[in-house]
């Protein structure tokens, strides 16, 4: 698979995740000229931001014996991106000044292309640089 069809792929999984949680996703690739969220959704009163970081292997991420099996997405998610979504964050609730309380998340998808099965990582309330 080439990564863009992943990272739809990831996207695709990690909107069908946050729905089963009880998450209603409201807006997908909320995007600026200086960055992009993938994912915006609402649970109990908050407004959930969420990076979705997606990678594919032929082992899942609990079968993997060494750190350098797999890659792990959530590294792609270093300081210079996070003051990219912090930008694109500021830019949403500035035009949304309904939104009093927001948290940003990270979502990992592990995707494994020969049996067709998904792992999901859920990390919530990351905090964004200033």
Do not use: Q
Not at 23 to 31: H, P, S
Not at 96 to 115: A, G, K, P, Q, S
């Amino acid at each position: 698979m080439i990564g863009n069809k992943i990272g739809k792929l990831g996207e695709d999984i990690a909107e069908l995740f946050l729905k089963k949680h009880g998450f209603n996703v409201f807006t997908r690739n909320y995007l600026k000229k200086y960055g992009e969220i993938d994912l915006i959704a609402e649970r109990d009163g908050i407004t959930h931001f969420i990076e979705v970081k997606s990678v594919s292997h032929e082992k899942s991420a609990y079968e993997v014996t060494r750190e350098s099996d797999l890659m792990r997405p959530e590294e792609n998610l270093h300081k210079n991106k996070l003051k990219k979504l912090s930008r694109v964050t500021e830019s949403y609730l500035l035009s949304h000044t309904e939104v009093r309380n927001w948290v940003f998340d990270l979502c990992v998808i592990y995707i494994d292309i020969h049996t067709k099965k998904a792992e999901v990582k859920f990390v919530e309330d990351i905090p964004l640089p200033e």
